[in-house]
T-cell receptor, first 110, second 115 residues
Framework: RKEVEQDPGPFNVPEGATVAFNCTYSNSASQSFFWYRQDCRKEPKLLMSVYSSGNEDGRFTAQLNRASQYISLLIRDSKLSDSATYLCVVSSGNTGKLIFGQGTTLQVKP | GAVVSQHPSRVICKSGTSVKIECRSLDFQATTMFWYRQFPKQSLMLMATSNEGSKATYEQGVEKDKFLINHASLTLSTLTVTSAHPEDSSFYIC???????????FGSGTRLTVV
C-alpha cells in the first residue's frame, strides 16, 4: 500500500464548478500535511498547509481528519488557471521528509 | 521569501557519463536538503536526505554509489549521477528549508535525458 494515496483523475470540470479532492495516508505518526500544486514540467509549489481545525484560503479549503487519516481539498468557483496537478503531501515524523501522493489532475474547461 | 536555485534546468548527456546537479539556498541556510526524482506521470519519490557536513541518508532502493550527494556548506548541495544510463532519465528536484519557519521550498528542477 502506498504511504499517500490519491485518485489520479483527471477531473474535468467547467469554470465556476466546485471540485473536491481526497487523500489518505497510512502512517498514523505523520505530523504535517500539505497540498502542493504542480504545473506541467515544473516544480511543485505550496498551495496550503492543512490543519486539524481545517483552514481556508480564498476559494480553497483544506481539511484533515486524523482519526480516518484523510485529507481533503475543496476548490470553489474553479478558474481556468486552476488547471494543474494537486499533490497531497505528508511530512514523516521528525525527519522532515515529505511523502508525495501521485497527484490528482484537474482540468477546468471554459 | 526563501529561494532555492537549481542548475542546470535541462541536460542531455551520453550514456556512461556523469552529470552534476547543484542546488543552492539563496537567502537562507539549509542544514537539510532533500533530493527527489519524478518519472513521467508519477509522483515525486524521495531519493535521499542531504545533511550539511555529514553523509547523506538514502532511501531504500537508491544506489548511493550511483547518486553521489555532497552537502559541503549550508547553502549548497550537489547530486552527481555517475555513469548515467537511459533509465536514469528523469526530472530531478531538490527541496530545502526550515519546516517551522519557511516551510519547504523547491528548486526549479533538472530534466535529465541520457542518450
Amino acid at each position: 500500500r502506498k504511504e499517500v494515496e490519491q485518485d489520479p483523475g483527471p477531473f474535468n470540470v467547467p469554470e465556476g464548478a466546485t471540485v473536491a479532492f481526497n487523500c489518505t495516508y497510512s502512517n498514523s505518526a505523520s505530523q504535517s500535511f500539505f497540498w502542493y500544486r504542480q504545473d506541467c514540467r515544473k516544480e511543485p509549489k505550496l498551495l496550503m498547509s492543512v490543519y486539524s481545525s481545517g483552514n481556508e484560503d480564498g476559494r480553497f479549503t483544506a481539511q484533515l481528519n486524523r482519526a480516518s487519516q484523510y485529507i481533503s481539498l475543496l476548490i470553489r468557483d474553479s478558474k481556468l488557471s486552476d488547471s494543474a496537478t494537486y499533490l497531497c503531501v505528508v511530512s514523516s515524523g521528525n525527519t522532515g521528509k515529505l511523502i508525495f501522493g501521485q497527484g490528482t489532475t484537474l482540468q477546468v474547461k471554459p | 521569501g526563501a529561494v532555492v536555485s537549481q542548475h542546470p534546468s535541462r541536460v542531455i548527456c551520453k550514456s556512461g557519463t556523469s552529470v552534476k546537479i547543484e542546488c543552492r539556498s539563496l537567502d537562507f541556510q539549509a542544514t537539510t536538503m532533500f533530493w527527489y526524482r519524478q518519472f513521467p506521470k508519477q509522483s515525486l519519490m524521495l531519493m535521499a536526505t542531504s545533511n550539511e557536513g555529514s553523509k547523506a541518508t538514502y532511501e531504500q532502493g537508491v544506489e548511493k554509489d550511483k547518486f553521489l550527494i555532497n552537502h559541503a556548506s549550508l547553502t549548497l548541495s550537489t547530486l552527481t549521477v555517475t555513469s548515467a544510463h537511459p533509465e536514469d532519465s528523469s526530472f530531478y528536484i531538490c527541496s530545502a528549508g526550515d519546516r517551522d519557519r519557511y516551510g519547504y521550498t523547491f528548486g526549479s528542477g533538472t530534466r535529465l535525458t541520457v542518450v
